[in-house]
C-alpha cells in the first residue's frame, strides 16, 4: 500500500516546478519586452502554488524537503520575477532609484518566507504579513490594469513605485492576513457557496484585467485597514461582548 502513496506524493512537487517554470518564463517575458505576457505567467504560478500546497496536505506528504523547495521556487515567481516586471514596465525610467525600488521588494520578499519558514510552519488561519503570492498577484494585475486603462506616463509609474514600496512594507509588517489553506465546508454550506463561487467566476471572467486588481488590492488593504482602525478607536465606542449589569439602588 505504501507504493501508491509515494507515487501519489510526487504530484505536489510537480506543480511546484511548475510554480518555478511559470515564475522563470514570468522572468524571462518581462526582460523581452512582453510585459502582459509576464503578468499572467505570475498569476499561473500563484495557482501552481495553492495546488501544490492543497495537493501535499491532502496526499499527507507534507516535509521539511518539500516547504524549502516550495520557498525557493516562490523566491523566483513571487520575488525576482514580479521585481523586474515592475522595473521594466515602469519604474527603468527613475534609473538608480528604479531598481533599487524594485531590489527592496526582492529583499522584502526574501525576508517574508524566511519568516515564514521559522514562525509559520504549518497550517494556520492567519498568516503574518501580506503573503508573497498575494504581493505578486498585486503587482503583476496592477501592471495588466494599467495596461489594460491605456496609463502613460507619469501615472503608470508613480502607482508602481507607490506600490512597490506598499507592498514591500505589508509583507513585513504584522498585521494578520486570513488564509485559505485551513477552510473546510460542510455540505449545506456547499449548496449556498458553489452558486457564489460560479458567481464570482463569471465576474472575474467578464472583465479579468479590472476585477483582478480590485480583488488583490481589497486583499491587501482591507485587513490592514481594520486592524488599524481597531487600534485607534477609543475605549468607550468598543462593541461589549457582554451587557453590562444594573448597579444596585441603595
Not at 523586474?84 to 514596465?89: K, Q
Not at 509583507?171 to 477552510?183: A, H, N, R
Request: glycine share 6%.
Amino acid at each position: 500500500m505504501e507504493r501508491p502513496v509515494r507515487k501519489i506524493a510526487l504530484l505536489p512537487h510537480i506543480f511546484t516546478t511548475g510554480n518555478l517554470f511559470a515564475g522563470f518564463f514570468a522572468l524571462v517575458s518581462a526582460l523581452s519586452g512582453k510585459i502582459a505576457v509576464a503578468s499572467w505567467a505570475v498569476l499561473a504560478a500563484m495557482i501552481c502554488d495553492v495546488l501544490d500546497g492543497r495537493l501535499a496536505r491532502l496526499t499527507r506528504s507534507t516535509s521539511r524537503f518539500g516547504m524549502e523547495y516550495d520557498s525557493l521556487c516562490d523566491m523566483v515567481s513571487f520575488g525576482v520575477a514580479p521585481g523586474i516586471l515592475a522595473y521594466e514596465f515602469a519604474l527603468k525610467t527613475y534609473g538608480r532609484y528604479g531598481w533599487l525600488a524594485a531590489f527592496v521588494y526582492v529583499a522584502c520578499t526574501a525576508l517574508r518566507l524566511a519568516r515564514f519558514n521559522v514562525e509559520e510552519p504549518g497550517p494556520s488561519a492567519y498568516f503574518k504579513g501580506l503573503p508573497s503570492p498575494a504581493a505578486a498577484g498585486l503587482v503583476a494585475s496592477t501592471v495588466i490594469f494599467l495596461k489594460h486603462v491605456g496609463a502613460e506616463f507619469p501615472v503608470k509609474h508613480a502607482a508602481l513605485v507607490l506600490m512597490i514600496y506598499a507592498v514591500s512594507f505589508l509583507m513585513i509588517s504584522p498585521f494578520p492576513y486570513p488564509s485559505f489553506k485551513v477552510l473546510r465546508f460542510r455540505e449545506t454550506q456547499l449548496t449556498y457557496l458553489l452558486p457564489g463561487l460560479i458567481l464570482a467566476f463569471a465576474v472575474v471572467a467578464a472583465e479579468p484585467q479590472v476585477t483582478l486588481f480590485i480583488l488583490f488590492l481589497g486583499y491587501a488593504l482591507l485587513f490592514p485597514l481594520k486592524e488599524l482602525l481597531l487600534r485607534l478607536r477609543p475605549a468607550g465606542f468598543r462593541l461589549r461582548t457582554k451587557p453590562q449589569e444594573s448597579p444596585e439602588e441603595i
